[in-house]
């Protein structure tokens, strides 16, 4: 019996090391969907202005910072309802900051299409980052470990392709590009995206859970579609 449990710890670690090669392998290819938007939108429209890129990402963390306030102060609600209004305060937080960002810095369409790459770009690298934490500690067998080892199984994180966030990277690019290029253009439209923004995100999250292919369908859809209108208003 105890040969018997052995063997099946060693099976997991080598499926867990599987897994861990699987997303190093996958990481050029994340870090290609920023640097081909970048080079598709130098040689087709407008060439980057490094400071409003490097504004853009700025302004993602600290939309991502100010959600610990959010978090600290639902601290005292059931689990499930503290996500999801953790989920709501995404739209107004993410779209209130690039509204902020773009009205203190500037609005043209160059300028904010930058600011858009900027924005999509740290996503990509705060992806990754936290892939490899992942990776870390699903190679670990301590306790928290196995926690999220359990957690990570009971959503099915296990089983799916790290293509999945490669191709989830492309398409919510193409939605913070649109997202950006629009409120620049016609600023009162941030009163309907920030809703838009989080009813996808929760969307999204609840989808995954069911079927992938769906998931990423829907983020394809509304990626692509605020990109095209996003260019179009300009």
Request: no cysteine; net charge positive; hydrophobic share 60%.
């Amino acid at each position: 019996m105890t040969a018997f449990l052995k063997s099946k710890n060693i099976l997991s670690d080598q499926s867990h090391q599987k897994i861990a090669r699987k997303f190093i392998y996958a990481i050029p290819l994340y870090l290609a969907v920023p640097i081909s938007f970048g080079l598709f939108f130098h040689y087709g429209f407008s060439s980057i202005h490094w400071e409003a890129f490097g504004l853009g990402a700025l302004g993602w963390v600290l939309a991502l910072l100010l959600r610990g306030p959010v978090t600290v102060f639902l601290k005292g609600m059931p689990k499930e309802r503290a996500m999801l209004f953790v989920g709501l305060s995404s739209g107004p937080l993410e779209e209130g900051v690039r509204l902020i960002l773009l009205f203190l810095t500037g609005a043209s369409f160059s300028w904010a299409l930058s600011v858009g790459q900027g924005w999509a770009a740290i996503e990509v690298l705060f992806a990754v980052i936290n892939g490899l934490v992942l990776i870390n500690i699903i190679q670990r067998n301590d306790e928290k470990a196995i926690q999220v080892k359990e957690l990570l199984e009971s959503q099915g994180q296990f089983h799916l392709s790290p293509l999945w966030g490669v191709v989830e990277r492309i398409f919510a690019s193409a939605f913070h590009l649109g997202v950006t290029l629009l409120i620049a253009k016609i600023p009162l439209l941030v009163l309907v995206l920030l809703f838009v923004h989080s009813l996808f995100n929760l969307a999204v999250v609840w989808i995954s859970r069911k079927n992938m292919f769906f998931a990423q369908l829907l983020i394809a859809s509304v990626g692509t579609v605020l990109l095209v209108f996003g260019l179009i208003a300009w």
